[in-house]
């Protein structure tokens, strides 16, 4: 497998590099997670599916992968009750984000699940590293980078970018940079327009808030990431990941803060996704067109004409590059869905030729086209050419099905090997049956198969017929062909 | 529903009391939750299935519950890889306890969903709360009930003893204590056998440490609970709860920390819950009895004659009350089993009772044991009289049905909404049909008894014959009685 090299468009050298882990076969990756203060949506479910396959094709390979993707659980909830009240009977009273934290994080679990992503080894959560992030801001303060102003600290870009190069990942030019960018909260305290808070002061309103050498305050929003990747990951680590959306400036400030805090710092390879549009518009909530992954599934959603099976709805994402606007549409969801069935269909089919001594040149074919869908991966994850070689394979199948072709038995377990590999590990499609977890009606049906088979041998047609007559009305019917007798519900 | 008056047993009185929440209608509900360093056991998950019940009934009787459930992922793991390594390329090689506390939290959580537990509002974790740890334990010497020695930080039992009652929880006497309970680490430092650590200076090769006015360190065991709980639910809140392994030395030093730290803070009812055996003996790994969850479940464990669906090993447990030890066996479980599907059809029965006149007596006997079910709730969670007071309801069912006697409209939906109010609500037990989620099998089954049916009536033996024959062969049997025919399969 390590023959082939994997290349990966690495955003901060604006090139598609080999991949080269710092220590291999270890690889640390990092992925920005999702802020849990409402219902993860449709884009972030993207990023994480499609860093999904980067973990999953990594282990694939054989790298032995940390994949660390945080929880933004620091909210910036007030509560105006005032501090006045006894606070005895006002505790239970008061907003509490640590359940709205709660709810979220454990709704962003579920749909995981549904969805079929791996775990990330660790998920670390922004209020879980007060401490660490205090001691990065104490590190940026001592090698002069950053400075107090009001209970508040942050970072010096002028000072840093005089000896680094800020604007490196996102390709911003500071003295091009519209001064409108400022962040009015706080913009007196700051001595230059693109400084940024590595430290807020906390109003008496604000709920969550920590103590720190500069008083009460919140960690600034970009810090939390740089505190737990190098936590987990080491200084310098391989792959920082996340949303095209956040390389400015949240993964720039990154950058400089870990820098600033040590040089040389980093991660080497910078990955991002794109973003969704829905009919060719983008998402948003005020244009009423933003739909959650669960009601992707479910349907209930004005402009879905149905649900989608979340399979369907990862192998509709995957026909897209990562690094492209990806557009729903009922059309495409539907044809997706065809597709899906084509190459489970595919895969059936595969499993089902019977070994023997086959053509050479139908195996060759067979396996340059898996081969080919495998090395498509190495092209910067590119699912989309990866699943055009998969249907060619099984057009390869069907054809030879269709001449009742045999494959001999080591070609057929290495095409099944490397198809299964692809799509069930790296691409994590659990592919499902017409009767998947339903062993007992399986069961069931296998056992009236043989006494209908039984009955016929017998010509006892009162037995085969009653079968017949009384199972049609509940939508099975039994069909027969040289393989043997078969049977469907619908 | 306000009506009736909780009585609690509170293992801080040693008495029965009524539940009065400090600031109605919100009660705070504080349960010691699992320590993520290996799969949660059966016992862990016993308390919690037993607090859910707690949580469920509040909510069910009209109060806005706040319920806390801590997840403890401090883990002592060590590294002796040493330091001397270089740290870039050691970093993804050192174990990370952060990669276990992930691995098992999920699976908690995944555990938690399989047995219909809620969720509970928040999930802190002491990693998380690093910084309100050592503000507490910064309060309890200013209180002068800690000092530290070495680097370590260690509460001052004897001290605190001469102002406040150390034992109240768990009835131990100082004096009688046996100086062996003297924890051997640390034991140089520790000014007084039952003194116990606040915060421990870490070893080189900790993992997991953290700086503080003390120097890197942990905190201590118990310090986690009294530092959320109080975070979360006020100085003073309603119900701490947890496993009764945990009253001494866990709790009984959580109450001394609050205390020390402000004064008259604590918990009010201080509930327990008792251990499982299995046939008669203490669950161990040692003795390879330990059953996990999820080994009920599929029933893969030497001891298990198979599996058990999670809501029938829930119903079984709930036979026996929260505080009595309890015994698992496969009879038992057996037996609850064939209890709780004799619940649910009762519950089916009600539903299907003709609506009518009726007769007052049967409606009011209906109605009492109903209201005697919700009623053994209130006595400190009686579920087993409460499953006891169910049966009854449902023996009058089957009378009711057997007589053909109808239900006014009006009792009949009240008796439903009580039935269904503590089946679902309060006990969180989902109800199955037979082959739940399985409507193609049932179907088909359907289609056979209607074609068994139709053979017998025609006297058609060998229809008849050949399905007992071809689906005995895969544990499908019939059987007929006065309602009819209905089937089962294995």
Redesign the interface.
Known sequence: MKAHTLWLQNTLSGQKEAFEP??PP???LYVCGPTVYNEVHMGNLRTFISFDVLNRYLRYLGY?V?YVRNITDVGHLTDDSGEDRV???????KI?P??I???YS?GF??VS?VFGLL???????A??H??EQI?MIESVIAKGFAYEANGSVYFDVEKYAKKHNYGQLSGRVLEELDQQTRNLDGGEDKRFFADFALWKKASDETIMK??SPWGIGVPGWHLECSAMSTK??????DIHGGGMDLKFPHHECEIAQCQAAEEGSSARYWMHTNMLTINGTKMSKSLNNSILPMEFVSGEHDLLERGYPPMVVKFFMYQTHYSSPLDFSNEALQAAEKGFIRLQKGMELLENIPEGKGSKEDASVLLDALNDALHHLTDDLNTPRCIASLFEVTNSIQRMQHHSTSLDSDTKSQCLAIFKGIVHQVLGLELSTN?AH?D??D??????L??RK??RTEK?W??AD??RD??S????TFSDNKEGSSWE?K
């Open positions: 710092i220590n270890f690889v640390g032995t940390r606070e005895k009977r006002a505790r239970l009273e509490e640590m359940e934290v709660q709810k454990r679990h579920r699940d775990d990330p080894d660790i998920e670390p959560t209020t879980g007060i401490v001691s920590w103590p987990y990951l080491g200084k310098t680590f009767h339903n007992s009606l069961k069931v049906m296998d056992a009236l043989g006494i039984k009955a006892n009162a037995v009653a079968l009384g199972l009305s509940v939508g099975v519900i």
